[in-house]
């Protein structure tokens, strides 16, 4: 199982970015997937979660209203869509996968986790 994040790079303060992840390796339409975060000398958290059809989603309260999650099932992709970014935004960004029917914001539930992708807003 491969999961390849990409988009990442260096924003301004209120500007938008957009991330994928492609996955290989498994049945991504029976995966939920999420998208985790983090900054230097803190813990990786849960950023958004997207269910198999993409009906369901969770976010994080620091970014909900900002961000969107979205999937591709027949690209085996899902997205991130990051606007009005803000400097606390900044840190690596993974992808991850689980292989259950719910969204979890849980890390150590994901089964599968990509290479991350650096994220950095300035101010």
């Known amino acids: 199982v491969q999961l390849q994040a990409s988009g990442g790079g260096l924003v301004q303060a209120g500007g938008s970015q957009r991330l994928s992840c492609a996955a290989s390796?498994?049945?991504?339409?029976?995966?939920?997937m999420g998208w985790f975060r983090q900054a230097p000398g803190k813990e990786r958290e849960f950023v958004a979660g997207?269910?198999?059809?993409?009906?369901?989603?969770r976010y994080a309260d620091s970014v909900k209203g900002r961000f969107s999650i979205s999937r591709d099932n027949a690209k085996n992709t899902v997205y991130l869509q990051m606007n009005s970014l803000k400097p606390e935004d900044t840190g690596v960004y993974y992808c991850?996968?689980?292989?259950?029917?719910?969204?979890?914001?849980?890390?150590?539930?994901?089964?599968?986790w990509g290479q991350g992708t650096q994220v950095t807003v300035s101010s």
């Open positions: 997207i269910g198999w059809s993409g009906r369901s989603t």
């Open positions: 991850a996968g689980h292989k259950t029917s719910w969204v979890t914001a849980t890390l150590r539930e994901y089964d599968y």
């Open positions: 390796g498994l049945t991504f339409s029976t995966y939920t």
